[in-house]
């Protein structure tokens, strides 16, 4: 092999072992805010000002909720209508109004 070749070909190799864990998990934020999108879509003709919302997420905060309270949910948050878009009022830090799926990372919701 060239020896010219031998340097840029171990630096893109550098990088493209570096940057894989980074982009695999942009992609599974990707594919998981997919399934939420397609399971919410379910969800919203049925949804009323003031609906209790249950979901879960792909976080390990989530998981430890999930686990500690032996729930298949570990988050809730009302949900209302505001213009064309549906909010959620939920406790995160600080306590805040979301665009309703968009900050949600999970697949699965039910309501009330």
Not at 10 to 28: D, S
Not at 62 to 87: D, F, M, P
Not at 90 to 100: F, N
Request: with cysteine.
């Amino acid at each position: 092999m060239n020896h010219r070749l031998l340097l840029p070909l171990l630096l893109f190799a550098g990088f493209a072992i570096a940057a894989y864990p980074r982009l695999h998990r942009k992609l599974l934020r990707d594919q998981s805010h997919r399934a939420a999108e397609a399971a919410t879509a379910q969800i919203v003709p049925q949804l009323r000002d003031g609906d209790l919302i249950f979901h879960t997420s792909q976080s390990a905060q989530s998981r430890a909720i999930q686990l500690a309270t032996h729930s298949a949910w570990s988050h809730c948050g009302i949900v209302y209508k505001q213009g064309e878009n549906w909010q959620v009022f939920e406790a995160v830090q600080p306590v805040k109004l979301s665009r309703w799926p968009t900050g949600w990372r999970g697949a699965r919701a039910a309501t009330s």
